[in-house]
């Protein structure tokens, strides 16, 4: 299913620390998983010198945004309090902070009260919410009451049990339902910056995951910015019979793909290789 992109006019930019943030050309978000058993890099980035040596290349390779997560969100990953959460994120997001005042950070949480303190404490200014509000029902007036971005991803279930035989009976048509009424939800309450996320892996079997990719163009009927998560993600690694180690070949044709379908965020471990798909896509657009 084509759009024309005249019959949407899709939101591009977002209002970071007053200011508004282009998201045309796409950008990449660059993740920080601090928690010892994220499915790719859980582990390597607890010690403050990995820590450092990890955002300055992310920054360097031309990350527009870093997403730092406390939160384990691998399928049965195991649940930790809000405290020890807060107590991971605590030093790591002041010493970011202190050491690149300029970067703009995301937290990816679902709890509300993280949000709140990490916003207020230390002036992040994105929440990314895995569960879109679902896991902590006063996320959405605690995201409105902050004024910064927010995005929400579609995800069926939770981390512990979304891979236990998801069903849809049209995944595409089933997402694009979920974040409408969540949009007009937050619409209600006063939040101008939404960014979405369909949550490939997250509830979705392989097949799920492709035809949602193939069918990624259609969310231009929302008119708000799209962010993907692809990176090293099972859908690549499982079809290719590889490993989250020698999925970045897939990532990259993925990434290519879903830039081509209309993709204005992409979140990735793998900075460098994603700025270069997007420099190759908008120079073809250029000869368009």
């Given at each position: ?138 996320m959405y007036e ?6 910064v971005p927010y ?138």
């Amino acid at each position: 299913m084509k759009f024309k992109d005249t019959f949407f006019s899709k939101k591009l930019t977002l209002n970071i620390r007053g200011s508004l943030f282009e998201l045309s050309p796409p950008k990449v978000m660059g993740v920080l998983n601090i928690t010892p058993d994220s499915f790719y890099d859980g582990g390597k980035y607890m010690e403050t010198a990995t820590i450092i040596t990890r955002v300055e290349q992310l920054l360097s390779e031309g990350a527009s945004f870093i997403d730092i997560g406390a939160y384990s969100s691998r399928p049965g990953a195991a649940h930790i309090p809000e405290d020890e959460e807060y107590t991971r994120l605590k030093p790591v997001i002041a010493l970011i902070r202190k050491r690149y005042p300029e970067a703009v950070l995301s937290i990816d949480t679902f709890r509300s009260g993280i949000a709140k303190r990490m916003v207020e404490e230390f002036g992040v200014d994105m929440i990314n919410d895995i569960s879109a509000g679902r896991m902590d029902h006063e996320m959405y007036e605690t995201v409105a009451s902050l004024g910064v971005p927010y995005i929400i991803m579609h995800m069926q279930g939770t981390p512990r049990d979304m891979q236990k035989k998801p069903h849809y009976q049209n995944v595409t048509r089933e997402i694009l339902t979920f974040f409408s009424e969540r949009v007009r939800e937050l619409k209600l309450l006063g939040v101008n910056d939404i960014i979405v996320d369909p949550g490939f892996g997250f509830g979705k079997t392989l097949d799920h995951n492709y035809e949602l990719m193939n069918q990624l163009e259609t969310f231009k009927i929302l008119e708000l910015p799209v962010m993907v998560g692809l990176s090293r993600k099972s859908m690549i690694y499982k079809l290719l019979k590889a490993t989250p180690s020698d999925a970045l070949n897939g990532t990259t044709v993925l990434h290519t793909v879903a830039l081509l379908k209309g993709a204005d965020i992409l979140r990735t471990h793998d900075i460098r290789e994603a700025v270069e798909a997007i420099t190759i896509i908008e120079k073809l657009k250029e000869m368009e």
